[in-house]
């Protein structure tokens, strides 16, 4: 499986507290199934995403753990004017191994207006924005409409995998659940933090949606999906019709 989402870089946000506690993130991820994994530090009012010392460090840790998984390189990318600005002279500081897909995280007490715009312009820049847990954001959780919209323009969905159970309450578990059955999501990441609270495990919602939706979805979500994002290859989509979100519109749904 692979993991596009988490925070295993010690010391750069509020994932994990020091060295030793990013090797044991990797080592648990490893142990649960995850081959591969995304670094994605905050990049936000609140942490100063550092690219020289991020890339540092994956090195660090890539030789700690011979590996595995291995570790690759993104960012949490929040629409503030400094970081859009820097995305659109150099995206592939801020995309997943400095290809076409950005990690976009919302805060949870406003979505800018000009969202609709900024994914625009990265959309013709090459950069595909890819949005981080909309099912756990107040604002977002029941934004179908407004969602199905990010996703007609060329955006992607990313839900937590530890939604899929009671860990970050029943309205993100509802939501993630809608999501799915309304086939808007496109990748399951861990969004880990830490090895107990949040941690990159990614075999638990597996088992989940293996049982509940059968193992090609799994595959699809788990495997296939972030396979493509890693490696910047297009994954295929249709548009929805207006209005129908109840309509089985991906490819790969179908």
Not at 70 to 92: E, K, W, Y
Not at 138 to 157: A, H, T, V, Y
């Amino acid at each position: 499986m692979i993991d596009i989402h988490s925070h295993i870089l010690w010391g750069l946000d509020d994932g994990a507290r020091d060295r030793d506690e990013s090797i044991a993130m990797l080592k648990l991820a490893a142990e649960t199934g995850t081959t591969d994994i995304v670094a994605t530090p905050h990049s936000n009012h609140q942490y100063q995403f550092d690219y020289d010392l991020a890339t540092e460090r994956i090195l660090d840790l890539s030789e700690a753990t011979s590996g595995l998984p291995r570790i690759h390189r993104g960012c949490d990318f929040h629409l503030s004017l400094d970081n859009v600005q820097s995305a659109m002279q150099d995206p592939t500081r801020f995309t997943i191994n400095g290809l076409s897909y950005l990690m976009v995280e919302f805060a949870e007490t406003i979505i800018p207006t000009s969202t609709e715009e900024i994914f625009r312009l990265l959309l013709e820049r090459g950069v595909t924005p890819v949005i981080t847990h909309p099912e756990r954001n107040p604002i977002l959780q029941d934004s179908f409409k407004r969602l199905s919209k990010w996703i007609e323009m060329g955006c992607l969905l990313q839900i937590t995998a530890q939604c899929l159970t009671d860990r970050f309450g029943k309205a993100a578990e509802l939501s993630a659940r809608a999501l799915l059955k309304m086939r808007m999501v496109h990748v399951i990441a861990s969004d880990a933090h830490d090895t107990q609270h949040r941690p990159p495990r990614l075999d638990l919602a597996r088992e989940i949606l293996t049982r509940e939706l059968g193992s090609d979805v799994a595959a699809m979500l788990l495997e296939d999906n972030p396979a493509a994002i890693i490696a910047g290859r297009e994954i295929l989509v249709d548009a929805p019709e207006q209005g129908d979100s109840q309509k089985k519109w991906f490819h790969f749904w179908k």
